[in-house]
Nanobody, 125 residues
């Protein structure tokens, strides 16, 4: 049974940084694409960053490119989202997702079978 648990959210001032861990159980990273999505109030869930099963290839939404970094620590079964230079428009609930695929991570929520419960990130101006 796959379970994903996010943490690390909170309130931060614009320009600050946060690091979100996603602890994964019941899966092997070498067989899964891992992603981060976010959902702001009144908006659809949107792709933020993704990593394919190799852990080498990463992908980012244009809005976060150069500011956010996705990484993983296989020994700790954890995927991270490092968020720097945060902006008020980054305020959202951030979700970790997983899909058993050897291809490029999809950019739509329906591409993913497994989700965590989400963690709130609030960026004040």
């Amino acid at each position: 049974q796959v379970q994903l648990v996010e943490s690390g959210g909170g309130l931060v001032q614009a320009g600050g940084s946060l690091r979100l861990p996603c602890l994964a159980s019941g899966l092997t990273f070498s067989r899964y694409a891992m992603v981060w999505f976010r959902q702001a109030p009144g908006k659809e869930r949107e792709f933020v960053a993704g990593m394919d099963y190799t852990g080498v290839n990463t992908y980012y939404a244009d809005s976060v490119k150069g500011r956010f970094t996705i990484s993983r620590d296989a020994a700790k079964n954890t995927v991270f989202l490092q968020m720097n230079s945060l902006k008020p428009e980054d305020t959202a609930v951030y979700f970790c997702g997983a899909d058993r695929t050897y291809g490029r991570p999809g950019s739509a929520p329906y591409d993913y079978e497994y989700w965590g419960q989400g963690t709130q990130v609030t960026v004040s101006s």
